[in-house]
């Protein structure tokens, strides 16, 4: 069975880095019908998509992170991983990490972190 | 950007049919999904590639993708349905995803 842990500070400082990562047990990230990425919620809001990427090291982002994000991928540790720079409390959420099984769809979520960006 | 509308609530009566809309340019030429989540929780995913549904998603979770809006029916609604819907889409050329706002549904 598939299983998708985040792990990572809980607290990070304004302006610093956010970093998780993502390790998968029960299957391996490198097959190829599968996208792996990091989508994340703010207390009471909803769903946000972050990125994803390919086991190719192909990485897609969204377009209003773009400039702030980075996926990429340890294959021997069938781990993946999310650096996000320049925090605000604005990235305080829930940050999850989920396969995107194909065409489109994350059809198995990590439980979630929650990152909280204060000083 | 490309964006997806969804009502912020819908009620139903226990045994009932609930619908739930998300709305989107063109979003009938896309796959649409559905997850549902319970607060503190995981989503779930309950339909995907339009219809299709996971393993172990009881049949009363029904979906349909047409023109510029995807619907998600719940038939005989269930005290345990209450929670939060999300429709997504995902473009196959840019690989981008995209939530809807998400809906509350409350079974009362």
């Known amino acids: 069975q598939l299983q998708l842990q985040e792990s990572g500070p809980g607290l990070v400082k304004p302006s610093e880095t956010l970093s998780l990562t993502c390790t998968v047990s029960?299957?391996?990230?490198?097959?190829?019908?599968?996208?792996w990425g990091w989508i994340r919620q703010p207390p009471g809001k909803g769903l946000e998509w972050i990125g994803s990427?390919?086991?190719?090291?192909?990485?897609y982002y969204n377009p209003s992170l773009k400039s702030r994000v980075t996926i990429s991928a340890d294959t021997s540790k069938n781990q993946f991983s999310l650096k996000l720079s320049s925090v605000t409390a604005a990235d305080t959420a829930v940050y999850f990490c989920?396969?995107?099984?194909?065409?489109?769809?994350?059809?198995?979520w990590g439980q979630g972190t929650l990152v909280t960006v204060s000083s | 950007s490309y964006e997806l509308t969804q009502p912020p609530s819908v009620s139903v009566s226990p045994g009932q049919t609930a619908s739930i809309t998300c709305s989107g340019d063109?979003?009938?030429?896309?796959?649409a999904c559905w997850y549902h989540q319970k607060p503190g929780q995981s989503p779930v995913l309950v339909i995907y590639?339009?219809?299709k549904r996971p393993s172990g998603i009881p049949e009363r979770f029904a979906g349909s993708n047409s023109g510029n809006t995807a619907t998600l029916t719940i038939s005989g609604t269930q005290a345990m349905d209450e929670a939060d819907y999300y429709c997504?889409?995902?473009?196959?050329?840019?690989?981008?995803?995209?939530f809807g706002g998400g809906t509350k549904l409350t079974v009362l």
């Open positions: 989920a396969r995107l099984m194909l065409p489109g769809s994350f059809d198995n």
């Open positions: 029960g299957g391996s990230i490198s097959r190829t019908t599968y996208y």
């Open positions: 990427i390919y086991y190719s090291g192909s990485t």
């Open positions: 063109k979003l009938g030429d896309k796959y």
């Open positions: 590639e339009d219809t």
């Open positions: 997504q889409a995902w473009d196959s050329s840019t690989a981008y995803v995209v």
